[in-house]
């Protein structure tokens, strides 16, 4: 089987989504771009929770399947990825998924901006709402290309999160702070707001961000 290794990577980090309930049922997809504007990506209609690196397709930048079993197809936000492939050359793997507070914060339209957690705003900077588009079809993709053309984390109106990275592990990482920082957000509502950073914190936390 060609390409083991980011097989097996995009299986581990299914099961930990899966694992952490950021997907229900057939939910969330991941992708790696491979060399020769090939990517590796995750079949539709499969629990992100049991995944096995035969189940994993490679297509080419236009989505047309190069390797796979015959029953599988890929991902139906394959568009998505791609789009992400192909606006940022340093974008190396993409997540999706549909974690329960920043989905929330998605549904209401909420960016992630308020500058109360400061290792936040040095490695991942605002994370801003993307128009709506509908699932699965070509309107996401274009919906969300303009953020993520300056941001790693994007929440996807009425849907998810997406998250971008050099590599997959990356992309990973940062869908992990976009949920935590949901997390203490919402707890911060509770216990009236929270005390912001001044802007003079904030900038010198953001750097190039
Ligand atoms: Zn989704």
Redesign the pocket.
Known sequence: MTYERERALICELGRRMWTRGWVAAN??NLSIRLPGGRILVTPAGVSKGFLSPGMLLVTDLEGRVLEGAEDLRPSS?TPLHLMCYRARPDVGGVC?A?PPAATAFACARLPLDRPVLGEVLMTLGEVPVAPYGQ?GTEELPRAVEPLVRTHDAVLLSN??ALTVGPGLEQAYWRLETVEHTAEILWRLRALGGGVELTPEQAAALRGGK
Do not use: A, F, R
């Open positions: 939910d969330g936000e999706h549909h699932s849907h998810g």
